[in-house]
């Protein structure tokens, strides 16, 4: 269990499809020969060196029975969680409030209003 200090880092998608590959008793290698992709491609998503891009998501999704946007929810959820704890806060002015466009120049953004998660 965490305490509200700790953080606990992004799970790369590769650690996710590990469980999933152990849980069903599928190795790295009978995967790369079922979606005929090079076993190193699989392992470095594994080992989390690699992403899971839009046309591996595909492969993996239609080999394993789930779908691809799965797959490509989990990176894309992973790359933003990076960002936001690697990235400096956001010094951004915003445009639009609560649906209604505003003047950047009026807008007090030191209110405490926390922009960093803000992803438009």
């Given amino acids: 269990m965490t305490t509200k200090d700790q953080i606990m880092p992004p799970v790369h998608p590769g650690e996710l499809l590990r469980e999933t590959l152990d849980e069903l008793g599928i190795t ?7 979606i005929g ?13 690699s ?8 492969l993996i999704g239609a080999a394993l029975g789930t779908t691809a946007q799965y797959w ?16 400096p806060p956001l010094t951004v002015k915003p445009l639009v409030i609560g649906g209604k466009r505003v003047d950047p120049d009026t807008v007090n953004t030191s209110s405490g209003q926390d922009l960093s998660r803000h992803t438009g």
């Fill in 37 to 49: 992709k090079a076993p190193i491609q699989i392992s470095r998503i594994l080992a989390s060196k």
């Fill in 51 to 58: 992403s899971i891009s839009a046309p591996m998501a595909r």
């Fill in 72 to 87: 490509v929810n989990l990176q894309a959820h992973f790359d933003l969680e990076v960002a936001n704890l690697s990235s």
């Fill in 28 to 34: 790295a290698y009978a995967l790369a020969k079922s």
